[in-house]
């Protein structure tokens, strides 16, 4: 019995077996919310980028995770990095105490203690009493695990080059090999979310599947895979607020040179930068944009006053003050409440 069978048809076939089709009772439209987040996760980023990519990561984590609960008392979600990654996102909060613990720290008793990963999920149960999972990536192996597969199915023979364009995941020359490479990704996708207690055919309850990654191609499959409708599916753009970050902390420097010379005295946006200043601050005062915002002049020692003109207009008020300033109670009082 392999719930994946009918995903990894290719080694079935090849190996001679039958497949029996049986009734899957599983409610995926009614249950399943995949929520998407594209971001670039790859290994190919320098080790800066990649320590900013696990920044944005945990911190969406936590958002989610504290959104979800306040609306779902129920709510109960897990994370799943890659091995290496595991003591960052401890140490981010991701991952509890409790949860390093019992999930992710190395036992002797068995391969079934195995400490968990994005890469070993497999054939256990001990996330059932999650109703929610995030995959920090997609469960790819490196090319050389798909050949090796080829090459014990179809011999030594078989084109086991790679695409010189490898975009959207066409990886593979043979197409043999090419199939074989998304039914080995979608099968292991597929028994991790059932991990979840998505397991349990008699709940109602939602489960959620976050993800994490630039290679939204997965997540079409996956749509297909278990039928969901379109209002199941949900993307999010989280390279672009990685992106914004970067360009609001650059842009709170730039704040801080034009103020040096005048701390302690209100200035406006215009005064500060000109119509362009203004203009970026308008086009961003909004949602979590605003919210970074607002931390990020707290963290270098920007104060900021919302004001309204006689016609109605906002505007805003800047004073740069000086570091001592912001361990006074009325300095974080202030932000406390714009925040």
């Not at 400490?115 to 090319?143: C, E, Q, T, Y």
Request: glycine content about 4%.
């Amino acid at each position: 019995m392999d719930g994946t069978a009918h995903i990894s048809q290719s080694i079935y076939e090849r190996s001679g077996f039958e497949l029996i089709p049986m009734t899957n009772v599983h409610r995926y439209a009614e249950r399943l919310n995949i929520r998407w987040k594209n971001i670039n996760t790859s290994t190919t980023l320098s080790y800066r980028e990649l320590k900013e990519v696990k920044e944005a990561i945990a911190g969406d984590f936590l958002e989610i995770q504290s959104k979800l609960q306040e609306k779902r008392p129920s709510f109960k979600m897990i994370a799943l990095p890659k091995q290496d990654d595991i003591a960052f996102y401890h140490a981010e909060g991701v991952i509890t105490d409790e949860q390093l613990k019992q999930f992710f720290t190395i036992k002797q008793k068995s391969d079934d203690d195995m400490r968990k990963h994005l890469f070993n999920v497999v054939g256990n149960n001990d996330f059932s009493s999650f109703n929610a999972m995030a995959l920090f990536g997609v469960p790819i192996r490196p090319p050389r695990h798909y050949r090796e597969i080829a090459v014990a199915m179809y011999g030594v023979d078989i084109d086991i080059s790679l695409n010189e364009n490898r975009n959207k995941g066409n990886w593979f020359t043979d197409e043999r090999i090419q199939k074989l490479y998304i039914e080995d990704v979608l099968a292991n996708l597929s028994q991790i979310i059932h991990r979840t207690s998505l397991r349990n055919v008699n709940l109602t309850e939602e489960v959620d599947i976050v993800m994490y990654s630039k290679r939204t191609e997965w997540l079409t499959l996956m749509q297909k895979e278990f039928r969901l409708p379109d209002e199941r599916v949900h993307m999010h753009q989280l390279h672009n607020e990685l992106r914004f970050k970067k360009a609001c902390s650059k842009k709170m420097i730039e704040m801080v040179k034009l103020m040096v010379g005048k701390k302690n005295i209100k200035l406006t946006a215009k005064e500060i930068g000109g119509k362009a200043l203004y203009q970026w601050f308008r086009d961003n005062w909004n949602g979590n944009r605003k919210q970074f915002i607002l931390s990020e002049l707290k963290n270098h020692n920007i104060l900021l006053f919302e004001k309204t003109s006689k016609v109605g207009r906002q505007y805003w008020l800047f004073m740069l003050v000086d570091q001592d300033a912001f361990t006074d109670h009325v300095v974080s009082e202030h932000y406390r409440k714009l925040l």
